[in-house]
Structures are given as structure tokens and as C-alpha cells.
């Protein structure tokens, strides 16, 4: 998150992504389940984060796929 407190949802940290993900999923999302995720394809930007739209997207067609 960014110093002022608010996000940037194209690059957000691991961390960051996890506790946002879990207030709005209503379940507890760990950095290491997002980490796993990245180690199985989903996308990740060049720094380490993540973009949550382009997560988002590869979630549901991991979904999709039945995975």
C-alpha cells in the first residue's frame, strides 16, 4: 500500500493483496495461497506484485478449467 494508505490495484504487494482479497472474499486469503498461484502460472508484474485485475481474470479461467 502506498504510504498515504491508499492502493493501487495494477501493483499491489503480496501482503497487500492478500488482506484485501480477504475483506472482500469474506475468507481468509494467505500470501503463501496468492504465492502458490504465481508458482502456477498467474500472472505477476515485473516487480513482485500483482495486478489484481489480470489475477482476478486468471482465477476464473483457473476456475474454469476446474483447477
Known sequence: ???DGR???LALAIPD???LL?????RVIRPDQ???????GAPANGDGTINLVNYA????QER???N
Request: cysteine-free.
Open 1 to 3: 500500500m502506498a504510504d
Open 57 to 60: 481474470a486468471w482465477l476464473a
Open 34 to 40: 496468492i504465492e502458490a498461484d504465481l508458482a502456477a
Open 7 to 9: 492502493i493501487n490495484p
Open 17 to 19: 493483496a492478500a488482506k
Open 22 to 26: 480477504s475483506k472482500a472474499g469474506g
Open 64 to 66: 474454469d478449467r476446474g
